[in-house]
């Protein structure tokens, strides 16, 4: 497949492999055998390859804007400290608050079509309060079971 900007010969693919623009699928004539030559290609700036490197033989383009970092919603993050909390100080009302603010968090996030972030935050958040609510359970059920054994026994 013949470039109709650079003129390059190509493989099968979808773009051309010296410049990079999208390849242009052209009607197949039985009539012909050879491939269309391009009439006036454009051609293309001068590039110093040697300054690229040989290991790399397209040059590098950079974007001319800076990325815009999202903002982390708030209860994001406080679902996260709750849960911290909840395994270090508080171990009953951490993991409720880290559980009830990461389901708003993400709520808020899902809402935010893409403004807010923190999803990763929220999630941590999420299981280490229920991780810990499994926990407290568990522990009061099975203190609940000993509780009756030793009064069978009495």
Known sequence: MICQRCGATNDEGQFCYNCGVRLEQAPV???SS???VATNPTPLPEQDFNQIGASQPYPIQYAN???????N??????S???????????PILGPIGAVICGHMARNEIRRSDGRIGGEGL???GLVLGYAQLIIVVLGICTMIAFLAFVAAIV
């Open 29 to 31: 004539t039985k009539a």
């Open 34 to 36: 050879t491939p269309p």
């Open 65 to 71: 804007y800076a990325p815009v970092a999202r903002p």
């Open 73 to 78: 919603s708030t209860m994001a993050q406080l």
């Open 80 to 90: 996260l400290i709750f849960g911290i909390v909840g395994w270090v100080l508080v």
């Open 122 to 124: 929220a999630i941590a």
